[in-house]
């Protein structure tokens, strides 16, 4: 009996692990080899010298480290990312009560970023040009304090979702 039960176990546990599977979540086609991923300039307001290399070199990332995509600059690509950084702004996000005779005091403050993303597909062919879509995207990052000693570190996290958002648009379908 404890023989039946370890080979089933054992059977169990084979199928399992072969049964494995990655989620990174792309469903790329097969024919997709390559994408040109353009430069995103800095069309926002307020302006961070370094924003757009960071905001570029982020999605380049994501794509090389989770697709079989060649990273190219040609207009020979698969498909192309392209678009621009729109929106750079810094609010309030939690207010404390003013004390006596004294004024609103933010303890929250919360940093966005919103880019402006066109992603295109089946360039090679222009009769089959696909324009798989065009939209923007915003996320933020609330922080206390001064903005100065944490911003590098605020558009790094905010740079990180907004790439999982672009990348699951046009490789997930999310």
Request: net charge neutral.
């Amino acid at each position: 009996m404890k023989y039946i039960f370890y080979s089933s176990v054992i059977v169990l546990l084979l199928v399992v692990q072969s049964c494995s599977i990655k989620l990174s979540g792309a469903s790329i086609p097969l024919e997709m080899k390559t994408i040109d991923v353009e430069f995103f300039d800095n069309n926002a307001p307020l302006v961070v010298n370094n924003l757009s290399q960071t905001f570029t070199e982020a999605l380049k990332q994501k794509i090389r480290s989770e697709t079989r995509l060649k990273i190219v600059r040609t207009e020979d690509a698969d498909a192309v990312l392209s678009g621009s950084i729109t929106g750079y702004s810094i609010a309030p996000a939690a207010v404390q009560a003013p004390v006596g005779n004294t004024q609103p005091v933010a303890t929250l403050t919360r940093l966005t970023i919103t880019v402006n993303v066109k992603y295109v597909v089946n360039l090679k062919d222009p009769a089959a040009k696909t324009y798989a879509y065009e939209t923007s995207f915003a996320r933020f990052k609330d922080y206390a304090g001064d903005l100065s000693s944490q911003e590098q570190a605020l558009i790094a996290d905010i740079n990180k979702q907004l790439t999982e958002d672009i990348f699951n648009k046009a490789f997930a379908n999310w």
